[in-house]
């Protein structure tokens, strides 16, 4: 944040996402992050691709693999939890119907808070 408050999109001059309390309460779950972070790669990801993708990631980061249940429960998680309230906020358009899910333009700031919040996690599955 800058002396004057936050900073302003330069393309916009509106206040950069990155300075939204909702945003922060948001990515203050690490799966969250993680969905935000293999968004950012690709333009548009399906909820069953992203729970695998997500489950992979656990595997990978835990060197455990789950139960088969597992991926059922995320694919309900991102359902009715993380993606309603990502695209509440404006970072994904989440169409529940189709079951399609792409990240919305984000300013820089955004875009450097999220990859922040996953680096110390290592890599992410592709």
Same mark, same amino acid.
């Given at each position: 944040?800058?002396?004057?408050? *936050?900073?302003?999109? @330069? #393309?916009?001059?509106?206040? #950069? /996402? #990155?300075?939204?309390? @909702? /945003? ?15 968004? $950012?790669? @690709? @333009?548009? %990801? ?5 729970? &695998?993708?997500? $489950? ?7 060197? &455990?693999?789950?139960? *088969?249940?597992? %991926?059922?429960? &995320?694919? $309900?998680? /991102?359902?009715?939890?993380?993606? *309603?309230? $990502? ?8 169409? *529940? ?11 820089? #700031?955004?875009?450097? /808070? ?13």
């Amino acid at each position: 944040m800058s002396e004057n408050g *936050p900073q302003s999109d @330069e #393309a916009s001059g509106e206040p #950069a /996402l #990155a300075f939204d309390d @909702e /945003l922060y309460r948001a990515l203050a779950s690490r799966e969250r992050r993680r969905l935000l972070s293999l968004l $950012l790669d @690709e @333009e548009e %990801r399906t909820v069953e691709e992203l729970a &695998t993708l997500l $489950l992979g990631w656990d595997v990978t980061a835990s060197g &455990t693999v789950g139960d *088969p249940d597992d %991926r059922w429960r &995320t694919i $309900l998680r /991102l359902r009715h939890s993380h993606l *309603p309230i $990502l695209d509440e906020i404006g970072v994904v358009s989440y169409d *529940p119907d189709s079951g399609t899910v792409r990240a919305e333009p984000l300013d820089t #700031a955004t875009v450097e /808070l999220i990859e922040r919040g996953v680096d110390t996690e290592g890599e992410p599955p592709r």
